[in-house]
């Protein structure tokens, strides 16, 4: 069966018609024919006669069937319908692509199949979009060499300005450390060092992995930041504002700030009244809650200050936007809002007044001798260690003027302000297994589950760490520190990993470990506890039941004689005897029940019995035996002198 060429339609047919008589038709092709070309094919090699002149549109296969189209023949669309064909009844655009992605995907303006990277030569980065990412940044750009070191505190605008100037012949280093991400200041460092379109799309995308890629004139690092923050309670806030207002006002007060103070007065009159009424219902439990029933109702317990945590936790005062603060549940999640805030609000942190903040750090390590880092928020943080050190001319960081130290600085910052964030968990675990000790609930299965939940997404982020630190010494130079002094100010040497950085890049990698194992400790100790939970319960519910099969044994027989002898008996002498009567027969019956039902129970209570009384003896034995042996060594010691 042959199909006709013009045909794209895989429709079925039911009936072909009548082919027509083609051969009347002129061989000389219409110049307004629109019918495309005809490919010969052929099923076996045959000899095939040279084509005639009319014949030049016929399709010639193994079976010697006419396929002749006529060259002046309209041409159907495989849509049109043909009087002589009768087609199934199919349903088209059954599906759909779904456009609207953004619902699906955070990144502003992307879609299937757009061009990859940003170009920071061309306005909008060479996307049909603007990128609309922009903010006021806080720029500080260090030069420094072995003897001297200069400092610039810059904005969007002066940053621009600042990058067309020419670098000083004496500056060894610098380092542009940039505090926010901004399309402006983004597009300017990267025309001032030449940055790769894919390392700028991945800078301005919060949403990445942990990384290292190399380009020809730069490396690229990108990995995650978690410290601890300090919630600001909403009462102290309010109240300061309160007070501000009133130091401005000159105590003069509006009628509508008067009544909002009342009703503010009477909610706290209201709830103190209800904590007093919880704490005359449950007494001391609501005077000494659980650390279950703190992470369940969200009360708040005062720190310890011998914990360590005060001086390591910062407040809001010290992030750069707290309106934009990335809490861990909310950095790289899901686009489920509702499970995010639910989380959020049942953090396990969440009764110390802490939170712990995420964030993507980007970093370039350029080829002549510069590091370019871009945090969203936690600039300060680590900018402020390493300015301490750069300060001072003895510290290795100022005297090795190494691009790849200052990187090495930045990561070992980022990794040490994890430490209390894993230190904090610990002890959060550490109060829930007091309570799990001593009285375990499925409340506290909740809570624990949340803390794996948060406990995993840490380790998501510390973990790959690792590997970038790998990465990086993996690509150590070759050359001695002399030679590796020099080459560091040749823009063509490519990016230089120094030795220097290689040994103290080792040291990071132990905090890693350290805290991954952490990490992994607190998740097993959480995992744990679930069980101890699930058991615990498990085995006072079959505690509960063997005491109420014991129960049931001893009043079964009592039971069926209490039945038997309150039949309606026309003639039972015993029934207006005593009632002695009743317990001769009872209690006996009782005994005889009970040793038969719990024969076994009974049997291995008395090996049980002697079992433990044989592991006594033995062990009295022993300790008079070593007692003995010690006074023969005490007496022959007194001997000898």
Known sequence: ?????????????????????????????????????????????????????????RVHYAMNIDTSIPQSAPHLSPMTPSPGLRRRNTRSNTFRTIEEFEDFESRPGWKPGAEPGLDPLKPNGGQETMPDLHAACQITVVDFSQQDLQIHELDNAELIEFVKMPQPKWVKCRWINVNGLSWDVIQALGKYKDLHRLAIEDTMNTRNRTKADWYATHAFI?????KLVRLVDDDSSSSSSSDSSDDEGDGRRSVRSMRSEKSYTTMRSVRSAAKKLKRWAWGKRAEHPT?????????????????????????????FNPNTLCTLQRYHAAPNAARTEFMERHSALGPRGLAVMAEQVAMFITSDNTVIAFFEQSADDVEEPI???????????????????????????????????????????????????THPNLKHTKNLYIIISEINKMFSFVNPIQSLINALRDHKTKLNQEDVSRELQNPLGGVIITPMTYTYL??????????????????????????????????????????????????????????????????????????????????????VTMLVLM?????????????????????????EKLAKAKRIRRAQTQKSF
Request: aromatic share 8%; glycine share 4%.
């Open 506 to 591: 080792g040291d990071v990698y132990d905090h890693c470990i350290l805290i991954t194992e952490s990490l992994n400790q607190i998740k097993e100790s959480a995992n744990h506890m679930i069980d101890l939970i699930f058991n615990t319960i498990a085995t006072y519910q079959n505690e509960s039941m063997k005491q109420l099969t014991v129960v049931t044994i001893l009043f079964l027989p009592m039971t069926f004689l209490t039945g038997y002898f309150g039949q309606n008996f026309t003639d039972f002498p015993p029934i207006t005897g005593s009632v002695m009567y009743f317990w001769y027969i009872a209690i006996p019956v009782a005994i």
């Open 599 to 623: 024969r076994e129970m009974i049997y291995e209570w008395f090996v049980r019995f002697f079992q433990r009384r044989h592991i006594l003896g033995v062990r009295k034995k022993r300790k």
């Open 1 to 57: 069966m042959t199909e006709s060429p013009e045909s794209s339609d895989s429709t079925a047919t039911e009936a072909f018609p009548d082919a027509p008589d083609f051969n009347r038709t002129s061989a000389t092709p219409s110049p307004t024919s629109g019918a495309p070309p005809i490919a010969t094919t052929t099923s076996a090699p045959q000899t095939i006669p040279p084509p005639d002149p009319v014949d030049r549109a």
């Open 222 to 226: 990108i990995l995650t930041c978690q």
């Open 387 to 437: 300015l301490a050190r750069l300060r001072s001319p003895t510290t290795i960081l100022r005297q090795s003027c190494d691009a790849s130290m200052v990187a090495q600085g930045i990561i070992d910052a980022i990794i040490d302000m994890a430490i209390p964030v894993t230190a904090c968990y610990a002890d959060v675990v550490g109060d829930m297994e007091l309570d799990v000790l």
């Open 291 to 319: 650390a279950a029933s703190m992470l369940e109702k969200g009360t708040k317990r005062p720190l310890a200050t011998d914990n360590g945590l005060a001086h390591q936790a910062t407040g809001f005062s010290d992030v």
